[in-house]
């Protein structure tokens, strides 16, 4: 039913050998569209195709400068061209983009328009009419290279450990150490390296926070968070949803976070638990290494997949082939990872820093189940309806991680280290959540008292730290890095707000996975059949068409979170 054998999308209207130069070499196919007499319903439904066939045009070409860039940040040349998009080309495609949707929403055929199939899609456009301000254009241009300067800070971050050079996600290997001297050492190096560029840091937050609720005033809105939770096409959801989950994670995910923790701190031996001993494992346990070079992560993720699902390892095949992957971590790369859909080519593109860990795998079968999503949902008629909400994106990635582990023997042939790996999986889900609700709350702060200074800010954060921490980890002598530890979430500069979506994925996650533990092929059917339908349907339904509720409530919560604690229980 479902094919990775994915070919790049045919032009019709914009011509083959077309590649994005500049604006007056694009400009006439907007130009066209909107000139364009439209007196049918077979000339509204081409220039419909038309103008999705642009945007996939533009919007690829966008996605592999970003992609260029983030790969090599120390190369001027890809820097440039990225830039040169956002403050060249991008600022010139709003006024018509704006123009383009009115044309569209006005039109009197617009209501012979197939309700159901078009629905979220006018209601997305009507949206951006709202939003949309002539005076934010260069805002925006410059926030969208803004934002990219925190990948050239940290991408240039690196520590000495026994004489030699390493990133920072190749130095958190030593965290596992089972010296734990060597894990100190590790952990503190680590924070040094990041306390040398607070200052950089705060100034590109600063600013960002400036220009971003510039942004919201223009467009008639009170703070930049009631802006962007409209701008992100929550319908679905509002503040006081997150607050509730913020209450809900306190009540009945931290006590069993406390439990985790505990159960490490004897494990160890240890009287008190330090943040340098969270990886490590007892002596004469070794660090799980389920990988030694990116090419055996991806050769055993495609057979991992493949098990669960033939497509799923065919559209990691695909992307190998392609060479759409760049997984290992090395110097003057960006932080993180990521899966990139590509609207014309179909087959994603992933980007992670891999560095032979357990989280590594966590993080490949995570972008891995985002690339499934966008393999799903390239078959869509228009490029918008390939637009879906990013709490059913992180089902996709997160819900892979849990189905993923049934197949992890491909990883670790011990049965022991295989136990630990699905532990390890397990308590990661549990622990996640405080950090989710931390850093949802913090930005719900910054951005309704946008004229605080940083001593405010860093002591709103210390606040909220403690109101979310453990009682087991000792933290104490450590306050300098911890007030500092907003600063390595790359999300609060890149993608402000999303970060609430991984906590209410990551339930919808474990609701499928529960699905999955019952009738594992019905699970993987749902599971498909949801992603399948992109942004074509609300957030509820899409939920609904995987077999969940969508629903985040503190009720809900608990009961996955005790499902959660029995699975773990079961390993032992």
């Known amino acids: 039913m479902y094919t990775a054998d994915i070919k790049k999308t045919p032009r019709h209207f914009v011509p083959a050998n077309f590649t994005v130069t500049d604006w007056p070499a694009l400009e006439p196919y907007f130009k066209n569209l909107l000139d364009r007499d439209i ?25 592999w400068r970003q992609i260029k860039m983030t790969c090599d940040t120390e190369n001027k040349t890809l820097e440039e061209a990225f830039t040169f998009y956002c403050m060249e080309i991008q600022p010139n495609i709003q006024p018509y983009a704006d123009a383009l949707n009115k044309k569209l929403v006005n039109h009197p055929l617009a209501a012979s328009l197939d309700k159901e199939k078009y629905f979220t899609y006018l209601r997305s456009l009507r949206k951006s009419i709202e939003l949309f301000r002539e005076e ?8 969208s290279v803004m934002q990219q300067q925190y990948g050239v800070i940290t991408g240039k971050m690196t520590v000495a450990i026994n004489g030699q050079e390493y990133t920072l996600q190749q130095a958190a290997k030593f965290l596992e150490n089972h010296d734990r001297a060597v894990r100190e050492e590790a952990y503190r190096k680590i924070q040094e390296r990041r306390l040398e560029d607070t200052e950089a ?13 510039e942004e919201a005033i223009n467009a008639g809105f009170e703070n930049y968070r009631d802006y962007r939770f409209k701008e992100l096409g929550r319908f679905d959801y509002t503040k006081e949803d997150c607050f509730a989950f913020h209450e809900a994670v306190k009540l009945h995910v931290l006590p069993l976070v406390n439990i985790i923790y505990e159960k490490k701190k004897q494990k160890l031996g240890l009287n008190t638990l330090r943040p340098w001993d969270i990886d490590a494992e007892p002596a004469g346990t070794n660090p799980l290494r389920p990988f030694k070079a990116s090419e055996e992560l991806i050769s055993k993720s495609i057979e991992c ?34 899966n990139c859909p590509l609207a014309e080519s179909g ?13 590594d795998v966590t993080t490949m079968v995570h972008e891995g189940g985002h690339a499934v999503h966008s393999f799903l949902a390239h078959p869509l008629q228009l490029t918008g309806f390939k637009e879906y909400p990013m709490e059913i994106a992180e089902v996709a990635s997160m819900a892979m991680e849990l189905f993923s582990m049934e197949n992890w023997e491909v990883f670790f042939s011990d049965n022991q280290e295989l136990t630990r790996a699905k532990e390890h999986q397990l308590e990661r889900v549990i622990t996640i959540f405080p950090w989710i609700a931390i850093i949802d709350k913090f930005q719900h702060w910054v951005y ?28 104490s002598g450590l306050e300098n890095y911890r007030s500092n530890a907003w600063q390595r979430q790359l999300h609060l500069f890149e993608v402000p707000f999303y970060y609430i979506e991984y906590g209410i994925a990551q339930l919808g ?4 996975w529960m699905q999955f533990k019952k009738d594992q092929q019905k699970a993987l059917d749902n599971y498909c059949t949801a992603l399948s339908l992109g942004g074509t349907k609300t957030l509820p339904d899409l939920y609904k068409a995987a077999g969940l509720e969508f629903d985040f409530s503190p009720e809900k919560i608990k009961v996955l979170m005790e499902f959660v604690k029995e699975e773990m229980n079961k390993l032992g």
């Open 39 to 63: 007196d049918t319903q077979e000339t509204l439904e081409q220039w419909l195709k038309d103008q999705s066939e642009l945007e996939a045009v533009v919007s690829e070409d966008a996605c």
């Open 136 to 143: 934010n254009i260069p805002l925006q241009a410059e926030l």
């Open 201 to 213: 840091l705060t100034g590109l937050y600063n600013k960002l926070i400036e220009k971003r609720h």
């Open 305 to 338: 997949f493949t098990k669960l699902r033939p497509f799923f390892g065919e559209c990691l095949s695909k992307m190998q082939q392609l060479k759409h992957l760049d997984l290992e971590s090395r110097m003057g790369k960006a932080p993180g990872g990521y």
């Open 347 to 359: 087959a994603p593109f992933i980007f992670m820093n891999a560095a032979g860990q357990m989280n």
């Open 448 to 475: 309704e008292n946008p004229q605080h200074t940083n001593e405010q800010r860093t002591m709103q954060w210390n606040a909220i730290l403690s109101e979310f921490q453990d009682s087991v980890i000792d933290y």
């Open 509 to 512: 996650a474990i609701g499928m």
